[in-house]
């Protein structure tokens, strides 16, 4: 069993940053790291996955070149750098563990997919 704690959430407002923090304990059974997000009345979407092999990443397009997925190895955590926060990227945000390949994980598909273990989420609210 993976086990998986975010932390980092918070309100801010928009063009601020959050880190958001991910610690990953249990077994070692996964490959494949990423956060999800979903807002009240919206569908869940893969934010970004990260190879934990190499630490090759995918992003959604809606955060590419705003938000920084990345992780420490030592620490068994992982992180979400966003930067600039707009509006629209308010929502719960998830912490995901996955196994696959090292493409499965930087795939699109692996961001639509639904990964075997989930934290509780940490709640992200950007004001105008």
């Known amino acids: 069993q993976v086990r998986l704690e975010e932390s980092g959430g918070g309100s801010v407002q928009a063009g601020g940053s959050l880190r958001l923090s991910c610690a990953v304990s249990?077994?070692?059974?996964?490959?494949?790291l990423g956060w999800f997000r979903q807002a009240p009345g919206k569908e869940r979407e893969g934010v970004a996955s990260?190879?934990?092999?190499?630490?090759?990443?995918r992003y959604a397009e809606t955060v590419k070149d705003r938000f920084t997925i990345s992780q420490d190895n030592a620490e068994k955590t992982l992180y979400l750098q966003m930067n600039p926060l707009r509006p629209e990227d308010s929502a719960m945000y998830y912490c995901?563990?996955?196994?696959?390949?090292?493409?499965?994980?930087?795939?699109?598909?692996?961001?639509?997919?639904?990964?075997?273990?989930w934290g509780q989420g940490t709640q992200v609210t950007v004001s105008s």
């Open positions: 995901a563990a996955g196994g696959g390949t090292g493409y499965d994980c930087v795939s699109a598909a692996w961001l639509s997919s639904t990964p075997n273990y």
């Open positions: 249990g077994s070692t059974s996964y490959s494949c």
């Open positions: 990260i190879w934990t092999g190499t630490g090759t990443a």
